[in-house]
């Protein structure tokens, strides 16, 4: 089976995140209207006043308010989802250069640099949340972890580009050969 | 890049057309404009060659070295 081209395992990987793209901004919307409910029911917790919701125990700390934790909460999903949006569309577009056969095009490289920077980020926002949801006070522990595999994709990301940078290099001497 | 193709003094010299010499050759005229522009990075053998011999010339004749301002001076003189 071939690796580059129409009808190869690069189309069919092209499938799959085009699926999982379109998922993802399914998942991001419906998370901002449930986002757009929270914040809604931190200014006016009455909105609600027929669900009993007002205390929430967490770990035995009462919470008489849990909206804006939860706004908070669900703002730092909405901006990891949205990371991983950018990512899954930066790869759909250089799987769709690699179903057209041409890998070394030019804008590849910009789309594998925005992609590490964009998992960088993820991980530093990650250790945000890790330091913000540590100084609340109803979080007893923070299960935290520094992963290293996720700062070694993030390398491998950024010399995968320059070798897409030297490609595409080479294609524009050969394009210039006559 | 310094290295020029004479290929326009040469086409008049032949009164010859880039179309022509495009059909003569085998190649297109947008790569023949490429090489008469000076866009080109590298020239085939087999291209310089197919052009000397429908242009009756050497590839001395074709070729001219130019030093440009992205090339530093000799400084061996």
Redesign the interface.
């Known amino acids: 089976m071939r690796a580059l081209g129409p009808g190869s395992v690069s189309s069919f990987l092209k499938i799959i995140l085009d699926v999982v793209y379109y998922a993802l901004w399914i998942g991001l919307g419906a998370l901002g209207v449930v986002t757009v409910l929270a914040v809604l029911l931190t200014f006016n917790p009455a909105l609600l006043e027929n669900v009993d919701v007002k205390v929430i125990v967490v770990d035995g700390v009462d919470l008489a308010r849990p909206w804006p934790l939860l706004t908070g909460g669900l703002a730092a999903a909405g901006l990891y989802i949205g990371g991983v949006l950018l990512i899954v569309r930066a790869l759909r577009r250089i799987f769709a250069t690699l179903t057209a056969g041409d890998p070394f095009h030019p804008d590849n490289v910009r789309r594998l640099r925005v992609i590490g920077l964009i998992l960088a980020g993820l991980e530093l926002g990650r250790y945000l949340f890790w330091m913000i949801s540590a100084s609340m006070p109803a979080v007893k522990e923070v299960d935290s972890d520094f992963n290293l595999t996720a700062w070694f994709s993030v390398l491998v990301v950024f010399v995968l580009a320059e070798v897409f940078r030297e490609g595409a290099r080479l294609r524009r001497e050969a394009e210039l050969t006559i | 890049m310094p290295i020029r193709l004479r290929l326009d003094r040469v086409l008049l010299e032949r009164r010859m057309s880039l179309t022509e010499l495009a059909d003569r050759v085998g190649?297109t005229i947008a790569?023949?404009s490429?090489?008469k522009t000076g866009?080109?990075?590298?020239?085939?053998f087999s291209?310089l060659a197919a052009l000397c011999r429908e242009l009756d010339c050497q590839p001395g004749d074709l070729l001219v070295y130019e030093p440009g301002a992205d090339e530093p001076p000799d400084e061996d003189g």
């Open positions: 190649v790569n023949l490429i090489l866009k080109a990075r590298a020239v085939r291209t």
